[in-house]
């Protein structure tokens, strides 16, 4: 070994005898207490905590969420058309999601194509049974198609799972009035009414009936 190589090999000795002495003594620069720190807590990262990596994001709605907001915003606006596109791109999403269903049934009766409403709320019904709102408005649709003995089982079974909604009472009261059945038409749009006494319409068709007495 030459004079110089055996000069490094002392000087790198020495370095790393330095090095390690002052790494485990304790004595090195901390983060705010031996400088300012210019990089906020959340975005540092490092083995021990790297879920903070990087900033988290505030989660996004997913994509069926989001159409059906879509679909809902242009009902409010009157564009069914865009509605529908909506729902039927969620619906390729999945086949089977409840809310996106609804809309398809409702758009349908308002295009008054009752045929396939009837099919959409039916379809509700076999993934949810016990969807009184599904019952509700099957109900509304079998009476426009003229399936009333059937249009009464649906509408009685959505007041059999949730007797508390109003709506309920309501359809099944314009049901019987439509059939002639005035005197049971009229005991439920009273019930209608008194579990919400905002419905006038209810008011308005218990005036009536009475009047036809």
């Known amino acids: 070994m030459s004079l110089l190589q055996l000069a490094l090999l002392v000087t790198a000795g020495i370095v ?5 002495k002052q790494l485990f003594s304790g ?45 809902d915003e242009a009902v409010k606006k009157g564009d069914l058309l865009e509605a529908r596109k909506a729902v039927q791109s969620a619906l390729i999403l999945d ?53 009333d003995d059937e249009a009464i089982a649906h509408h009685e079974k959505a007041i059999a799972l949730d007797p508390s909604y109003a709506p309920h009472y309501f359809n099944y009261a314009n049901t019987l009035y439509d059939l002639g059945r005035y005197e049971e038409a009229l005991r439920q749009y009273e019930k209608a009414y008194a579990l919400d006494n905002e419905l006038e319409e209810a008011k308005a068709m218990m005036d009536e009936l009475k009047e036809k007495r």
């Open 16 to 20: 790393f005898y330095l090095f390690f």
């Open 27 to 71: 004595n090195y620069p901390r983060r705010g207490v031996d400088y300012d720190a210019k990089v906020p807590d959340e975005r540092i990262g490092g083995i021990t905590r790297p879920d903070k990596t990087f900033k988290k994001q505030s989660p996004r709605p997913n994509r069926i969420e989001e159409l059906l907001s879509m679909a």
């Open 95 to 147: 086949e089977n999601n409840l809310e996106a269903l609804r809309r398809e049934g409702y758009l349908y009766i308002e295009d008054e194509d009752f045929n396939e409403a009837r099919n959409v709320y039916e379809k509700i019904l076999t993934l949810e049974p016990n969807d009184d709102l599904a019952h509700g408005s099957l109900a509304n649709v079998l009476h426009k198609l003229g399936k």
